[in-house]
């Protein structure tokens, strides 16, 4: 069964320097990986995937990823936090095409933000 | 393209009574799928449809949940005997062809008294 582990349950950065948000995940096939953004109250809001080919993958906001297969990591960058970044984010990976895709999320990052 | 909705936004309920949410889709995805997310947690999968078709449950789903989609368009989570635990954000997502991710509507928050 796959699974994905967010071990930061909570992170703080300071407005204007760099992040990253840790994602390991562990499944048998090559994964189909993602990264979303949820406020408060809202749904979720896709930031970038990975399905295949380049492993750096650049998403909205200014957020990019690359994915390790050699560590089964997908960890999220973005070089200067702005304000309005202040949300929790989740990784998820998904079954390849050809199957019901569902995806299994982790627990998820929450993002303060300090001015 | 005009997003997923869900309908209500919010849904607040005495223990027992039966509930029913809707999902309209983005037009033309022909894959939908529930999630529910409790406080903390990250949405866990409940059920996949292809079309009209329910492929998919989740050990999940107890035979309380009914779920929908009757001309594969919207769909339909129904709880009955709503229980505190099934206090919860109740996610829909759809998606189009292969290789394109799911989007998410913003759920409905159902709360049991």
């Known amino acids: 069964a796959q699974s994905v582990t967010q071990p930061d349950i909570h992170i703080t950065v300071s407005e204007g320097a760099s992040l990253e948000l840790r994602c390991n995940y562990s499944y048998g096939a090559t994964p189909y990986l993602f990264w979303y953004v949820q406020s408060p109250g809202q749904g979720l809001q896709l930031l970038l995937k990975?399905?295949?080919?380049?492993?750096l993958v650049q998403g909205i906001k200014g957020f990019e990823a690359e994915f390790k297969r050699s560590q089964s990591s997908f960890n999220l960058r973005k070089p200067s936090v702005h304000w309005s970044d202040a949300a929790e984010y989740f990784c998820a990976v998904g079954a390849g095409t050809g199957t019901a895709s569902k995806l299994t999320f982790g627990t998820g990052t929450r993002l303060q933000v300090t001015l | 393209d005009t997003g997923v909705s869900q309908n209500p936004r919010h849904k607040i309920t005495k223990r027992g009574q039966n509930v029913t949410f809707r999902c309209d889709p983005i037009?033309?995805?022909?894959?939908l799928y529930w999630y529910r997310q409790t406080l903390g947690q990250g949405p866990e999968f409940l059920t996949y449809?292809?079309?009209?078709?329910?492929?998919?449950k989740s050990r999940l789903l107890s035979d309380r949940f009914s779920a929908e989609r009757p001309k594969g368009s919207f769909s339909t989570l129904e709880i009955q005997r709503t229980e505190q635990g099934d206090s919860a954000m109740y996610l829909c997502a759809s998606r189009g062809q292969s290789n394109q991710p799911q989007h998410f509507g913003d759920g409905t928050r159902l709360s049991i008294l």
């Open positions: 037009s033309e995805h022909n894959r």
């Open positions: 449809f292809q079309n009209e078709a329910q492929l998919e």
């Open positions: 990975y399905f295949s080919g380049d492993t």
